[in-house]
């Protein structure tokens, strides 16, 4: 049956647990070298609007491990790129391939091309949310702390699309949000408001260093993202006050770890010392995109994985 992978809420507590325990099995057999091709034949078409490092290899390297294949889709380079309308590209992409990979300017165009596709679609970033991150993130702690229940997470900066995705999160996770960002740039309230109706627990304030006070996790992501670049300068003056620097970091608890989702630009969002720093889990993060990303193929292609390693 198709199902997309289009928010974080598309999947369930337990949905979560069983993507993370498999992402977890998949991380030991490509650390061992064994062969694990789930979906040998599969293939999976990657549409890109927007560019990308980390989503572009973790999904090609990661459908190949798989033993599937992927394919690098450019929308200047296809029929979009020329006025086809995104309806009609879906329904033909999804006679050739098993799933698609959309990564977009507007959530409305992921939202589209899902709803004309007969294969799973996911989204590999929008406006709106960014799941796949959240994931791997949620990975990422799970491996650290177990159990997540009761864990005081702090986003410090601007409440943009990672931080929708980690703020409806906490109705699956348990986890208690805390967000910091200037008026102009903090969360929408809808965003909010869902994941508290949700039985989340999330807190939205001005003032960084009452975000992070005894937080397990600190959370921060750059200020000018694609698409923002017409007011970096407003951004920059709004956000030159929320930069993880040791002085905030010090404020959390003393084993909190330091997470950014990457690129980083380090002396903005976030000090080179901080990033450096032995509570960064930066780029246990990275790596994760890559074994999240193919128990989350798995699922969707294959409907799981197979008993045992």
Known sequence: MKKDFLSILDIDECELESIVTDAVRLKRLKSAGTAHEYLRGRS?????????TRTR????????????HALFLNPQDMQLGRGEEIRDTARALARYVDAVMIRAYSHATVEEFARY???????????????CQVLADIMT????FGDLHGLKFAWVGDGNNVCNSWILSSALTGMEIAVASPQRYRPKDEIVDQARAMGGKVTVVTDPNKAVRDADVLYTDIWVSMGDEKERSERLQALKS?????RL???????????????AHRGEE?????????????WDQAENRLHAQKALLVRLIAGGMPAGD
């Open 44 to 52: 999976l078409g990657m549409i890109f609007e927007k560019a990308s």
């Open 57 to 68: 290899v973790s999904f090609e390297v990661g459908m190949s491990d798989l033993g599937g």
């Open 117 to 131: 596709a007969d294969v799973p679609v996911v989204n590999g970033l929008s406006d709106h949310e960014h799941p």
């Open 141 to 144: 702690l799970s491996e650290r």
């Open 242 to 246: 929320y930069t993880m620097d040791s």
């Open 249 to 263: 970091v010090a404020q959390a608890s003393p084993d909190a770890l330091v997470m950014h989702c990457l690129p």
């Open 270 to 282: 976030i000090t080179d010392k901080v990033i450096e720093g032995p509570q960064s889990i930066v």
